[in-house]
T-cell receptor, first 114, second 115 residues
Framework: AQSVAQPEDQVNVAEGNPLTVKCTYS??????LFWYVQYPNRGLQFLLK??????LVKGSYGFEAEFNKSQTSFHLKKPSALVSDSALYFC????????????FGTGTRLQVFP | DTAVSQTPKYLVTQMGNDKSIKCEQN?????MYWYKQDSKKFLKIMFS???????INETVPNRFSPKSPDKAHLNLHINSLELGDSAVYFC??????????????FGDGTRLSIL
């Protein structure tokens, strides 16, 4: 069964420091992986996706993610965190049987301190 | 322009009532979804429609009935509301095509509170 795990409920980082939000996946077949961000009282916003190709994927707002097949990971990264990056981040994987269904992780709250 | 819009934004009602949530997208997408986000922020798909046809129907009580009058609209009707239905309900859309490689666009959610 397709699933993703986000092992950290919360990540704290100082502004200007690099940040990493972790995600590991378990799939049958090729993984289609996504990162979304949710700001308070808002819907999810798409950040980036990995479908195929280059293992380093660049996305919106300076975020990037590294697909690692051997470690079954898709960690979200940013070289220099901003206070405005503070939000809830979700990793997601495409559902089985090539559907458009997304299966989400439990979310990681990122707190960036000034 | 709002890409995916939901109404109402907030819904407070009594247990046992029937209520509807409406969703519209102006992105020209073929596929629309309903998700439920619980109090712990866990997000799970409920339904998906592709061009007015139901394609995903997760294990959801029969009290929940989606309706898609056209591919730009997907409404959610809930009968006999229960306390456990309190959550944030998100509508989303994507180009579809059953390939799973396109991002989904989300509305801002409807916060349903059952008294």
């Amino acid at each position: 069964a397709q699933s993703v795990a986000q092992p950290e409920d919360q990540v704290n980082v100082a502004e200007g420091n690099p940040l990493t939000v972790k995600c590991t996946y378990s799939v049958s077949g090729n993984p289609y992986l996504f990162w979304y961000v949710q700001y308070p009282n808002r819907g999810l916003q798409f950040l980036l996706k990995y479908i195929t190709g280059d293992n380093l994927v660049k996305g919106s707002y300076g975020f990037e993610a590294e697909f690692n097949k051997s470690q079954t990971s898709f960690h979200l990264k940013k070289p220099s965190a901003l206070v405005s990056d503070s939000a809830l981040y979700f990793c997601a994987v495409r559902g089985p049987y090539n559907t458009d269904k997304l299966i989400f992780g439990t979310g990681t709250r990122l707190q960036v301190f000034p | 322009d709002t890409a995916v819009s939901q109404t109402p934004k907030y819904l407070v009602t009594q247990m046992g009532n029937d209520k509807s949530i409406k969703c519209e997208q102006n992105l020209g997408h073929d596929t629309m979804y309903w998700y439920k986000q619980d109090s712990k922020k866990f997000l799970k798909i409920m339904f998906s429609y592709n061009n007015k046809e139901l394609i995903i129907n997760e294990t959801v009580p029969n009290r929940f009935s989606p309706k898609s009058p056209d591919k730009a609209h997907l409404n959610l009707h809930i009968n006999s509301l229960e306390l456990g239905d309190s959550a944030v309900y998100f509508c989303a859309s994507s180009p579809g095509g059953q390939k799973g490689n396109q991002p989904q666009h989300f509305g801002d959610g409807t916060r349903l509170s059952i008294l």
